[in-house]
């Protein structure tokens, strides 16, 4: 992409301060509207390879969170990723993409291009050096700026194991309040949706529950969450 990045390193007054503790001395590498760190966010993640379903929950959960004034951060990747920026875009809101690999492999994809206004209503950031190629171990470390960044975490579908399960672990590690879509139907990929559950996340069974969701205090008590944090550990 042509388009120029911004290096924000700890000692900047822009530099979230969420982040100062969990990164330590780590640079942040940026292309957009940099005012968007210091909006009120919520996380949506999920996996790449999610059902229909859950993709279009990502979609009305975007939707929903900029209709309420939050920025959506989310991870970039195709499936809930996507869906939730998209929602999120598409409601006139903003929304904040996560990298998994150096700033220079940042491309604006097919389904976002219409709708981002980089000066506006969308920022790219990693957190990794500018020309370093996606790793597994960086798409997970990449869910500690997300979660970071949110006041809560929305856990679309989940497979048992993977980086939405290490996703909802940093939540609890960071203890912010961590949300899971209750399913009806039991499938193969939702599995970490009923593991997270039964651990004690808080469930979404409609599309109401997440207005809810939005509408109260983010922060789940203390003891709660370290109750979560057991159960899940």
């Not at 994809?109 to 957190?127: C, H, Q, T, Y």
């Not at 899971?180 to 990929?189: N, Q, R, T, V």
């Amino acid at each position: 992409m042509n388009t120029e990045y911004a290096v924000i390193s700890p000692s900047n007054p822009e530099y979230p301060e969420g982040l100062r503790s969990i990164l330590a001395d780590t640079q942040l590498y940026v292309i957009g509207n940099l005012g968007l760190l210091g909006k009120r966010a919520i996380g949506i993640c999920g996996s790449r390879e999610a059902s229909p379903e859950a993709q279009d929950y990502a979609f009305k959960f975007g939707r929903e969170a900029a209709n309420k004034g939050f920025v959506v951060v989310s991870g970039y990747a195709r499936g809930v990723d996507r869906q939730a920026h998209r929602g999120a875009l598409e409601a006139g809101g903003a929304t904040i993409a996560v990298l998994p690999e150096g700033i220079n492999y940042f491309r604006l994809v097919r389904e976002l291009k219409p709708l981002v206004d980089l000066g506006r209503n969308f920022l790219a950031i990693s957190m990794f050096d500018p020309d370093a190629v996606w790793k597994s171990w960086q798409a997970m470390e990449r869910n500690k700026v997300i979660v970071a960044l949110s006041m809560s975490l929305f856990v679309v579908e989940a497979r048992a194991r993977g980086g939405t399960i290490n996703a909802a672990m940093e939540c609890v590690r960071q203890k912010k309040s961590l949300w899971a879509i209750a399913y009806s139907k039991e499938l193969a990929g939702r599995e970490g949706n009923r593991k997270l559950l039964q651990a004690s996340a808080i469930p979404l069974k409609r599309q109401s529950d997440l207005r809810k969701a939005l509408e109260e205090s983010a922060s789940k008590p203390v003891e709660e969450v370290s109750q979560l944090a057991l159960n899940l550990l």
